[in-house]
């Protein structure tokens, strides 16, 4: 072998692994009510769409903007995940979300662990975990209204910004018309028997 070619090789390892190492792969993803990416509702219907996050050591901030299209979904509100565990009226417990700022087509969220809390470190999430939960109403039909986490920006405990791979996950919705309710047989019975009565009853008064 090659005298200079085993060094090579270590340095190279090396370098792989700190790179992986700086730039951790974190995933964003839009869940639907089905548990999948894509979603089929009718016209008018509600549904919730759950922001998640996954493959984070340390996480002590996090702030997402995510976009939606505004003419066929009506986002109505956001619920946080409590993913930092707050209690409300609790002195000293991790802080509340920030109010969700709401602009057409776009929501933008933060939420932090509080500087007064008396956490130590940042959560490790080694399984996806709730961040926010976000109301629908389906307000238009049409194929594919996508719903797009577009920028995450995670600090550790300290609120320094580590570089993280982050992969995000869309969702598609599709929007149809509700089916036609079938009338049924028994209604269609009693006009026919409301018609012959009228029928009848025009005869005998002609009579």
């Known amino acids: ?27 964003v993803t839009t869940e639907m009510p089905n548990g999948l ?52 009226g609790v002195s000293n417990a991790v802080s509340a979300p920030d109010t969700p700022v709401w602009t057409g087509g776009k929501i933008h969220f933060v939420e932090a662990i509080d500087g007064e ?17 976000i109301h629908f109403q389906a307000i238009a039909v049409g194929v594919d209204s996508v719903i797009d986490p577009k920028s995450a920006i995670i600090s550790d405990f300290f609120g320094t910004l580590p570089t993280y791979d982050v992969n995000f996950q869309q969702a598609f919705v599709t929007v149809t018309q509700p089916a036609a309710v079938p009338i049924p047989a028994a209604v269609w019975l009693f006009g026919s028997a409301l018609a012959g009565w009228g029928f009848f009853g025009k005869r005998r008064k002609s009579s």
Do not use: E, H
């Open 117 to 133: 809390s008396p956490l130590t470190a940042g959560i490790n999430v080694t399984a996806p975990k709730l961040v926010a939960t």
């Open 1 to 27: 072998m090659n005298k200079y070619l085993f060094p090579r090789l270590v340095a190279l390892t090396f370098c792989c692994f700190l790179n992986n190492a700086q730039a951790a792969l974190v995933s």
């Open 37 to 88: 990416a894509t979603y089929s509702t009718t016209l008018g219907s509600l549904f919730d769409a759950k922001i998640m996050i996954g493959s984070v050591p340390d996480l002590g901030s996090i702030d997402f903007t995510m976009t939606y299209d505004p003419l066929k979904l009506n986002a109505l509100s956001l619920d946080s995940g409590n993913i930092f565990g707050f209690t409300d």
